[in-house]
């Protein structure tokens, strides 16, 4: 069972990806309070983060996410493609508040960064470091998230996150 989503400032992560990634988002950003367009993102200098990231597609009226991508690592984290769903639809404890995260950024069109734990089937507690930052097609509305999520785990693990109940 998943623990609480909590929001963190970025110095308070210790994964080495979300800053990684951070710098590369910040670099193309074209001024301080702009979004960055995404045709500036190239995917082969982020080649070792490829694994962690997801993409989000942002609609609106009403606002939703649809997952466009979602690396391998995550993939094999979750035990689960969810490329083409929506967020809110898979059934993970911490949909709403993950849902949640992803609105504060499309309306902020700021990064956030956080963590979240959650009792392994082993009993023991894995954990997730995450950022999630916007992008855009023409500057001013944000029309995808990028996710890059970073997991901890004892080394004996080989369990998934589980579902909420049906």
């Known amino acids: 069972m998943v623990h609480k989503v909590y929001q963190r400032d970025l110095s308070e992560l210790e994964s080495p990806r979300?800053?990684?990634?951070?710098?590369?988002?910040?670099?193309?950003?074209?001024?301080?309070?702009?979004?960055?367009?995404?045709?500036?993102?190239?995917?082969?200098?982020?080649?070792?983060?490829l694994p962690n990231i997801v993409i989000l597609e942002v609609e609106q009226n009403p606002i939703r996410f649809r997952?466009?991508?979602?690396?391998?690592r995550v993939v094999e984290f979750n035990r689960q493609d969810f490329t083409g769903l929506y967020l809110g639809a898979i059934g993970w404890d911490e949909e709403q508040q993950l849902v949640d995260i992803c609105s504060r950024v499309v309306s902020t069109q700021e990064p956030l960064y956080g963590?979240?734990?959650?009792?392994?089937?082993n009993g023991t507690i894995g954990k997730c470091e995450f950022g999630v930052f916007p992008f855009s097609h023409n500057g001013n509305t944000v029309t995808q998230l990028f996710g890059i999520e970073d997991y901890d785990f004892p080394r004996d693990y080989s369990g998934a996150r589980t579902c909420a109940p049906e």
Do not use: D, M
């Open 18 to 49: 979300i800053p990684r990634f951070q710098s590369y988002w910040e670099a193309r950003r074209p001024t301080q309070h702009r979004i960055p367009l995404r045709s500036e993102l190239n995917p082969t200098e982020l080649r070792e983060l």
């Open 67 to 72: 997952y466009r991508l979602v690396g391998t």
């Open 115 to 121: 963590f979240y734990s959650w009792t392994l089937k």
